[in-house]
């Protein structure tokens, strides 16, 4: 294997192929993500509450929900809701990039409400008790008190929650929706050539991600800064 | 709890907006493929939409639809997920170069052959050029690693064929192609057509000299349809028993082979040197 002719390849296919790569796959791969961790923070949101909810059958059927979505394989559910909940809901009449945006926002709410779940028990139980016996309600406590720091544990956490997001969309090419990754596919497709097009796409992921975790980073650090 | 119920219906509504786009009339013609497949089934990057997809299945299922009265939409996944498109109701037809193998046949209704030039006619074994030619019995494979696609005519006949081969399954072909390279194993077993490309693309590649002994019922390729879906069976191998007696098959191979060879793939190859030939 030889390092100049993979760098001439790269130029090559970048020459004929650019637009697939950057224009196609980075608008969809942005898209898809953007849909998921809006929709998914949304959803995760209502999860977490039911979580903590009174009633113990839907604190039960929450469980299994978060359990289910966090210990399958998102391969698994990216095919469910391709090809067996549309035949379920004929009524719903949802493109291919639809419902691959769908199960992304279903599997990124469960991880991201034990992110919420988590960042909420973080924050010492003396605060919620402190807040009840000064008068306070419990809706109060909750918005006033314990949210504002929960905030704190929950920011960082979820943007690295957004960067792996940002990776498994990847894994939507399976139905060639037209991901970055897709766009790998294409060109390997119609070049024969695996490895090139594929660190193309890899210093793509990485130009896209890396400015997120930097911004994660800022973030942290501009989070407990309020600690001292 | 009231607002909970609100926001739900909020994202239900949201949901209810995507609706409406996409098909809806029952006079389109699904067909499942996986465009990564040159000549038989492959994208066209300077276009866009359902235009992209290209290639000899592609003209087979333009020619089916048309023949039906119908309007084709391709719809692009990966090779393992065509037969589910097809028993999910998704897809009508699954046509990705398909061969006849027994196991399919218990799980879907296969259309009758239809032959793509000599790109399933012969089955090859691929290696590195310092064993070109070296081997030419089953014997000679005996201790040996041979990489073949998972669930392919390839794998099923170096099972059959090479009983003291150790098979290796790959995902897909290009990355056997760098496992060969790499030494992970030392022969792949191709399609001739396949064999060709790697062998045209890469100096280092050569034929080991051993081909399968294909039976007649491998030869041709088939379309996937739903177990039990005969009229649509009846009805597809009419269309292909008349594309076969005008002669069509030929036409859209050399076609397919054309777009291949020229317009958006092989352009860049290695030449002898190894270093690139783009034109």
Not at chain 2, 35 to 50: H, I, L, N, Y
Request: proline content about 3%; overall charge negative.
């Amino acid at each position: 294997m030889d390092i100049g002719t993979i760098i001439n390849n790269i130029v090559d296919i970048m020459k004929k192929y650019w637009r697939v790569f950057l224009v196609e796959g980075v608008s969809n791969t942005l898209a898809l993500t953007a849909i998921a961790v809006l929709l998914g923070a949304l959803i995760g949101a209502v999860v977490t509450m039911l979580k903590r909810s009174r009633f113990r059958v839907v604190r039960f059927l929450v469980t299994v929900y978060v359990e289910v979505i966090r210990g399958t394989p998102i391969l698994l559910q990216l095919t469910i809701f391709y090809f067996v909940v549309p035949e379920l809901l004929p009524f719903l009449n949802l493109s291919a990039f639809m419902w691959v945006a769908i199960a992304l926002c279903i599997n990124s709410s469960a991880y991201v409400s034990e992110v919420f779940r988590s960042g909420i028990q973080a924050v010492d139980p003396g605060q919620a008790e402190a807040a009840r016996s000064l008068g306070m309600s419990k809706g109060q406590t909750m918005l006033r008190i314990i949210l504002p720091q929960a905030i704190k544990n929950i920011l960082p956490a979820l943007g690295n929650e957004f960067i792996m997001i940002l990776k498994e969309t990847s894994l939507a090419s399976t139905f060639f929706i037209g991901d970055l990754m897709t766009s790998y596919k294409k060109v390997n497709g119609a070049t024969y050539l695996n490895l090139e097009p594929l660190l193309i796409v890899g210093l793509i992921y990485l130009c896209m991600t890396y400015p997120l975790s930097k911004l994660v980073g800022a973030l942290e650090r501009k989070m407990a800064h309020g600690n001292k | 709890m009231k607002k909970l119920f609100t926001l739900l219906l909020a994202v239900l509504m949201l949901a209810a907006l995507f609706t409406g786009c996409g098909k809806s009339s029952d006079n389109v013609l699904t067909v499942a493929t996986s465009p990564d497949f040159a000549p038989m089934e492959f994208c066209d990057v300077s276009k866009t939409g359902q235009d992209q997809y290209v290639g000899f299945d592609i003209m087979l299922a333009n020619y089916i639809a048309d023949e039906l009265g119908m309007e084709l939409e391709i719809l692009p996944m990966s090779f393992d997920s065509c037969p589910t498109a097809v028993t999910s109701g998704k897809a009508t037809l699954a046509i990705s170069g398909f061969s006849w193998m027994e196991d399919r046949a218990a799980n879907y209704n296969l259309s009758d052959y239809y032959y793509a030039g000599d790109n399933e006619t012969e089955q090859v074994i691929v290696t590195l050029k310092d064993k070109e030619g070296q081997f030419t019995t089953a014997e000679d494979f005996n201790g040996m690693k041979i990489g073949a696609q998972n669930a392919s005519l390839q794998e099923q006949l170096c099972q059959e064929q090479l009983p003291g081969a150790e098979i290796v399954t790959v995902g897909d072909l290009s990355t056997a192609l760098m496992q060969l390279k790499k030494g992970d194993f030392d022969f792949i077993a191709v399609a001739k057509g396949q064999g060709d490309v790697f062998l045209s693309n890469d100096p280092d590649v050569a034929l080991s000299g051993f081909e399968f002994n294909v039976d007649p019922k491998y030869v041709g390729n088939v379309i996937v349809l739903k177990k039990g879906d005969d009229e649509m069976t009846e009805k597809v191998n009419a269309i292909l028993a008349k594309a076969e007696a005008a002669g069509l098959y030929e036409q859209w191979y050399e076609e397919a082979e054309i777009l291949a060879g020229s317009k958006d793939a092989q352009e860049i190859s290695y030449d002898d040197n190894g270093s690139v030939a783009a034109d």
